[in-house]
C-alpha cells in the first residue's frame, strides 16, 4: 500500500543507490520476503 | 509570506532548555530549531510556512554525520531558516511521533532509519520522507542544498498538489490502524511462525534474513517455547546457534561486555556500534532462558557478563539504567572499540600471539571498512566455541575462559585511557522496565541476589521519581525532571518487571504495584471497542493517527508483552476479567498475526502462554528459611514459561498475598517444611516437600493436557 506520490514530489526524489542506503542507522524491516510481510502489514 | 522577514544565525537556539541530550547535542546549531511544540505548528499556521521535522536520538551515527554536514552548516542553516519552522524530535523522548512518521517513511520510500526527514504541512502532514540526507548531491540522493530550494519553489507555486500528496500520505496512513475483523487463532499459527523463522534462519552464520541483522531476542523467546511445546529440536538449535554466534560476533563488546544494537552483515562481524539498553535487557533475557533450557553454562556467563556491564556502566547514582552510549567517539564511529596488531602487542606483550590468533587480529585489519579510510583496524571476534577453542589448545573450557578474562582485564584497562564514547543519560521507564524484568529473572536461573537488589533499587526509584501521586507514569527522567506521559510500553515492560520481580524476590509490594498499573493501563489505554491497548492514553496529545500496534520491532511490542501480564496475573490472582481482556485482545489481532507470523513472534510467545498448560506452583514456608529458599531456588533454575509461582510466607499472621491471590488462603505447611502446591486453573495437586517430586508433578501437569 505504498503512497502513489504525485510527480510533484517525486520528483525531488532520485532512486539511492547501495552505499546511500548504508547511509543510516537502520530500523528494523524483515529482509527479503519478509520486508514484504512488514510492508503487508502497512 | 515575507520571504526576507527572517531572523539571522542563532548561536543558541530554542533547545537549550530541554532535557532530552539529543536535543541539547543541537542547542547550538545555527538552525533556528524549536523543539515539538505548540508554539512551532503555530507559527507555521501563522505564516504558512512549511516544517522540517527532523527525528533521531543521542547515540545514533548517521545522526552525528547529518547534524556536522549539514545543521551545524551555517548555509544549510540558512536556507532552513528562511523558509521552515524546524523541528527536532528525540524519538527516544517521543515514540509516539517517531512511530507515526517512521510508518510514514516505510511507506514513502520502503525504508526504515534514522536520522528520519520529514517535510510536512503547518498542520502536521508529511509530503516528503528521507533518513539521512547530505549536504549537496552524493550517493545518488538529493542533496540539502539542492532539496530545500525544491521544495521552497514547489510550495510558493504548487501548494495545492503539494497539500494533496499530504492528503493522500494521511490516506494511507489511517489505513494502517484499522482494525481488521475479530477471528480466532489456534497452535497452527505457531507452526507458521516456526517455518517462517526455520525458511529464514542463515544455518551458517545464525540468526534470520540477510544484513543488516539485528538480534531480534523475541524470535529466540517464542522458538523456545516452541521446542518446548513441540519437542522440536530443531528451534533448540537455531536458538543456540545465534546465540553463540552473536557472543562470538563483533556485535558483542568482548572488553567491556553488552552488545551493539546490530551487525551491518550477515556474520555478525561489523556492527552498528550504539549500546542500547533494550537490547542488553532483552538478549539477556534470550540468554537466562537458553541457560534455563539447556543448562549451557556458556549462556549463563553471557548473560552475567551483560549484566556487569549495565550494572558498572550503565545505572546512575539513583539507581535508575541509562538509556544508551554512543556509536562514535572523538568523531569517529567505532573508534573505542577498535584494535591495531601493534597496540594488542604492546599491551599483552609475550601472550599477545595467542590473543591475535583467537581473536583474528590481523596486521592490516581483519573487517572490510565502508569509509576504507583506515585498513588496519580490528573488531574483536572469536570464530570458535569456549570448548571447541579448548580441544584446539588441549586445556579444559574452564582454562579458556580464564585466559580470555586475564587477556580481557588487560584490554580493559587499556581502553579506559581513550575517549568514551558519548552516555545517553536519560532514564526511560519502559527500558528500565525490560532491563528490571532481566535482572530479576537472571536472579532466579543464576542464583544471584545483587541482580534483584539492582532491579529492587531501580524500581524504587522509578516509583519514587517517574509515578504521579494518583498513580499515572511518566516516560523520562533527566537532571531531576520527570516529564512526559507515560505511553504503552512504559506500563506493559515495567509491568513485567514488577512481575519478575515479585516471582524473584515474593516483595508483595512489586505484584501490589503491577495489578496497580495495569488497571490504570486497562483504563487509560484499553480500546473499549475492538480489544487490544492504544499506543498512546486516552488523554495524550492528539496526533495524526492513535497506534494500536500489534507487531514487534526491535523491542517487542506493548500489546505482544500486555497480553503475557495480563495471562501471568490472570493466573497468579485468579481473576477472569484479565483472562476475558487477553481472550479479547488475541481475538482483534488475530488476523493480522495470521497473516505475518513472523512480523509477531513475542505475540504468539504469549499466545503459547495462553494455549496452556499453565500452572500456579505456590510454596507455603517462612521465606527466609533454607527450605522455602532451596525449592524457590530450584523453580527459577529451569525453563518452565508457563508456569507462575507465588510465595506464601508462614512467618505472617494474614499475609497479603492472601488477599491477592484467595486461592492460597488454606494453603498450609507439611511439619512446618517448605510446601509446594503444583496447581493447573488453581486445582492443586497433593502438597509435597520434596524439590524433586516439586519439580517431576509440575514437568507432569504441564504436559499431561497437551
Known sequence: MAVEMSNVVTEMRQDMTDEHSKAVCHAPLFDGEHKNEKRDLL | MNMNNVKPKVTRNRLANAKSPYLLQH??????????????FEIAQNENRPVFLSIGYSTCHWCHVMARESFEDREVAKLLNEFFVCIKVDREERPDIDHIYMTVCQLMTGRAGWPLTIIMTPDKQPFFAA?????????????????????????????????????????????????????????????????????????????????????????????????????????????????????????????GFGFHRYSTDERWLLPHFEKMLYDQALLSLAYIEAYQATGNQEFGDTAAEIFTYVLRDMTSAEAGFYAAEDADSEGEEGKFYFWTEQEINEILGKDASIFIKLFNINQNGNFVDQAASKKNRNILYLEKTRSSIARDFDISPDEVKSLIEKFRRRLFDARKARVSPHKDDKILTDWNGLMIAALAKGSQALHEPAYAEAAQKATDFI???LRTRDGHLFHRYRDTEAAIPANLDDYTFFIWGLIELYEATFNINNLETALELNNTMLKHFWDENRGGFYFTPDTGEPLLVRPKQSFDSAMPSGNSVALLNLLRLGRITANHDYAEKAAQMIRAFARRIKQSPLAHTQFLASFDFALGPHSEVVVVGNSHAPDTQKMLGMLGRYFVPNAVILLRPTEEQSPRITRLAPYVEKQKTIDDMATAYVCVNHTCTAPTTDVHTMLGLLNRRLSEEE
Open chain 2, 463 to 465: 516509583l519514587k521519581s
Open chain 2, 27 to 40: 542547542a547550538q546549531n545555527p538552525v533556528d530549531w524549536f523543539p515539538w511544540e505548540d508554539e512551532a
Open chain 2, 131 to 255: 533518513t539521512y540526507i547530505p549536504k549537496t548531491a552524493r550517493f545518488g540522493s538529493i542533496g540539502m542544498m539542492e532539496l530545500i530550494p525544491k521544495i521552497k519553489s514547489l510550495w510558493m507555486t504548487q501548494q495545492n498538489q503539494i497539500v494533496n500528496v499530504a492528503q493522500q500520505t494521511i490516506n494511507a496512513l489511517r489505513k494502517t490502524t484499522v482494525d481488521l475483523p475479530d477471528d480466532d487463532l489456534d497452535r497452527v499459527v505457531l507452526k507458521n511462525a516456526y517455518r517462517a523463522l526455520l525458511d529464514s534462519f542463515d544455518e551458517k552464520h545464525g540468526g534470520f534474513g540477510s544484513a543488516p541483522k539485528f538480534p531480534t531476542a523475541h524470535n529466540l523467546l517464542f522458538l523456545l517455547r516452541y521446542w518446548k511445546r513441540n519437542k522440536e529440536e530443531k528451534a533448540l538449535a537455531m536458538v543456540e546457534k545465534t546465540l553463540r554466534a552473536m557472543r562470538q560476533g563483533g556485535i558483542y563488546d568482548h572488553v
